[in-house]
């Protein structure tokens, strides 16, 4: 999804630190939702479904940004330097830009809200407490060996090799993300 493409092109441009506190962000997004999930999300988008819709709107807002942004990097003549501005980026926007993309991820509320009803007993006790850390578990594992295998040093020279196709393919592919979560009806 969106969250794996940016860390891994966060991690091969601006390097690892960038890339796992980005990484942190989307990770606390997750947490954020999976509480919210456990708390009985559901009951309150089934009420307030609106609130779901403008999620949807914001998030496909934010993945078109992304797209934009990732274009302007494509169409950069130059190849970056190994010394990258986005490497001098604030420690706090990452964590912050990080957050937001996952917290504008409607696919993320579902997948949680999906999780936590799989974790309830048919009879009615709840189980979600391991089933919560258990998947938190994993996010961190995943996004945190995203951040670290692609801020390798290969990866990185790879990444200035392919740099440009790679930034237009996630132009696309976040351009294609933010209209389908525009257009999408439900």
Not at 59 to 67: A, E, F, K, S, T
Not at 102 to 112: D, G, S
Not at 118 to 123: D, H, I, Q
Request: proline share 4%; with cysteine.
């Amino acid at each position: 999804g969106p969250s794996n493409l940016a860390i891994m092109s966060l991690a091969m441009s601006a390097g690892r630190r960038s890339a796992l506190t980005f990484a942190l962000g989307v990770v606390s997004g997750s947490f954020f939702w999976a509480l919210l999930a456990s708390l009985g999300l559901s009951a309150l988008l089934a009420t307030y479904s609106e609130c779901l819709v403008a999620i949807k709107i914001a998030g496909g807002v934010y993945l078109l940004w992304l797209g934009f942004k990732s274009a302007r990097s494509a169409l950069a003549p130059a190849a970056l330097p190994a010394g990258d501005a986005r490497q001098n980026e604030p420690l706090k926007r990452l964590y912050l830009r990080g957050l937001l993309l996952h917290l504008t991820n409607p696919k993320a509320i579902l997948v949680w809200m999906s999780i936590v009803s799989l974790a309830m007993s048919p009879t009615g006790g709840a189980h979600t407490a391991p089933v919560v850390l258990g998947c938190m578990a994993i996010g961190v594992s995943v996004f945190s060996s995203y951040a670290l295998l692609f801020s390798t040093a290969s990866a990185r020279r790879v990444y200035l090799a392919i740099r440009r196709w790679l930034d237009g393919s996630l132009a696309i592919m976040f351009g294609i993300a933010g209209f389908k979560l525009l257009t999408s009806k439900s």
